[in-house]
């Protein structure tokens, strides 16, 4: 799959429809293959170039798909040929991948969240697809490598033996803990999830759909957690519009 065929912004994307991805995780649950499916949205553009980590972690990346809205546009004005359906955010996909997981008998591990809410989020779902198989355990543990908290986790982890691995922990602390643990990851595929499940369980409200298409999910969100969101929000994305018109004058010039 790598590497990703549009590159701007210092980052590189596919263009991946929701049914594109649930098609790619069918592969490797059926091949027994294993893939980490990323995703870019402008704070994770902001942060490969400031964290070495996040940069590693993408350039290993089986598959990067588009989560933030702005990047369609951005993606656009730079000459790919990316499309409101390319962007693929975690409130519009989970319905239809926990819907072919339990088509497809496939067992889906969550980590991620505060106590108690992923968990809701599964009675949810399952109450939902009651042929799905969902296992969770919260965000809240050491992530260290070699802490004994961490330990516990992969070993749960394992045992429940997943095809789908859906890892929640806020980026980029979840990109972290994925590129310091994939060689111990046997789940076929991995999924960087935010606050999937946070969502699901209604413990952060759900943005309106109407608002995504039109690059304002942001603001709904800002609005709901602006403690949390505001320098994401507010701050990171002017140094990325920065980079947005440096390309562009280039790409331009280069024309």
């Not at 980590?111 to 799905?132: F, I, K, M, S």
């Not at 413990?203 to 969100?221: D, K, N, Y």
Request: proline letters at 6%; one cysteine or more; glycine letters at 8%.
């Amino acid at each position: 799959m790598r590497p990703e065929p549009y590159a701007f912004l210092g980052i590189r994307v596919g263009a991946y429809t929701r049914e594109d991805l649930n098609a790619c995780i069918a592969r490797a649950v059926d091949g027994n293959e294993h893939v980490v499916i990323a995703n870019h949205n402008m704070n994770s553009v902001a942060l490969v170039r400031r964290d070495a980590t996040m940069r590693a972690f993408y350039e290993q990346a089986d598959i990067t798909h588009v989560d933030g809205m702005p990047l369609v546009p951005l993606g656009r004005a730079l000459g790919f040929p990316l499309r409101r359906e390319h962007r693929v955010t975690y409130v519009d996909w989970v319905p239809a991948l926990m819907a072919e997981a339990a088509d497809r008998g496939w067992r889906v591990y969550y980590l991620g969240g505060r106590p108690g809410v992923a968990e809701r989020g599964a009675e949810v779902l399952r109450a939902r697809h009651p042929t799905l198989a969902i296992q969770v355990h919260h965000g809240y543990f050491d992530h260290a490598a070699g802490s004994q908290d961490n330990q516990q986790v992969l070993a749960d982890m394992t045992a429940f033996s997943p095809h789908v691995l859906m890892v929640g922990l806020g980026m980029p602390r979840q990109e972290h803990w994925v590129h310091a643990h994939r060689a111990g990851i046997t789940a076929n595929a991995v999924l960087l999830a935010g606050a999937a499940l946070d969502y699901v369980a209604g413990a952060v409200p759900t943005p309106p759909r109407w608002a995504g298409r039109w690059s304002l999910e942001w603001a709904f969100r800002l609005a709901a957690e602006p403690r949390r969101l505001g320098r994401r929000y507010l701050v990171e994305p002017w140094p990325v519009l920065g980079l947005f018109v440096r390309e562009w004058f280039r790409r331009g010039k280069i024309a």
